[in-house]
């Protein structure tokens, strides 16, 4: 079974800093896809930024990039020049690309806050 | 575009009652997925469609839950006899089937089961 963990569960940064979320996953897949999702108070999950697993180049997203290390099964969200508006609990999911299983399976999340 | 929508968006309901969700995927989404949250922890996927075809059930799917898509277009998720806990965000979210298949979420409803 796949499985996705996110260690921290919770963070801080100053605003205008720089900060990194962890997050690690098992698969016994070769294709697959990882993705970070924001979920901000109001609740609504939003798509940060998404990783093919056949693509060795890190996605970047403007402020957002990840840094994606197939061998050890990490994926990690950078946020750059954090901004009051990036406060959220953050999610790390993965997704297999081959068949008809589509679903997403996310780690618990982690709680980021931004400091003014 | 008014992305995907879901009502109600807060349910309060008495043990043992019936309730039902809907959700209004993104045009010309052909897949629509239903998740469960609970406080403090990711999303766990309950069921999803392709068009009108439930492709997949997970285990967390109860008989007493039931989801349907009759015409391909929006979707309901019923739960009978409720019980305390099934209080839950219930999210929704469709894709569309090629390339990176990525997932546009709902609002989600908020249930809870007193």
């Known amino acids: 079974a796949q499985t996705v963990t996110q260690s921290q569960p919770e963070m801080s940064v100053q605003e205008a800093e720089t900060v990194t979320l962890s997050c690690t996953y098992d698969t016994s897949e070769s294709d697959y896809y990882l993705f970070w999702y924001k979920q901000p108070p109001s609740r609504q999950m939003i798509l940060v930024i998404r990783q093919e697993a056949y693509k060795q180049q890190n996605a970047t997203e403007n402020r957002f990039s990840v840094n994606f290390q197939k061998a050890a099964k990490s994926f990690s969200l950078k946020i750059s020049d954090s901004q009051l508006g990036d406060a959220a609990m953050y999610f790390c999911a993965y997704r297999i690309i081959t068949g008809a299983n589509s679903k997403l399976t996310f780690g618990k999340g982690i709680t980021l806050s931004v400091r003014p | 575009d008014t992305g995907v929508s879901q009502n109600p968006r807060h349910k309060i309901t008495k043990r043992g009652q019936n309730v039902t969700f809907r959700c209004d995927p993104i045009?010309?989404?052909?897949?629509l997925y239903w998740y469960r949250q609970t406080l403090g922890q990711g999303p766990e996927f309950l069921t999803y469609?392709?068009?009108?075809?439930?492709?997949?059930k997970s285990r967390l799917l109860s008989d007493r839950f039931s989801a349907e898509r009759p015409k391909g277009s929006f979707s309901t998720l019923e739960i009978q006899r409720t019980e305390q806990g099934d209080s839950a965000m219930y999210l929704c979210a469709s894709s569309l089937i090629w390339g990176a298949d990525t997932q546009y979420f709902g609002p989600g409803t908020r249930l809870t089961v007193l």
């Open positions: 045009s010309e989404h052909n897949r």
């Open positions: 469609f392709q068009n009108e075809a439930q492709l997949e």
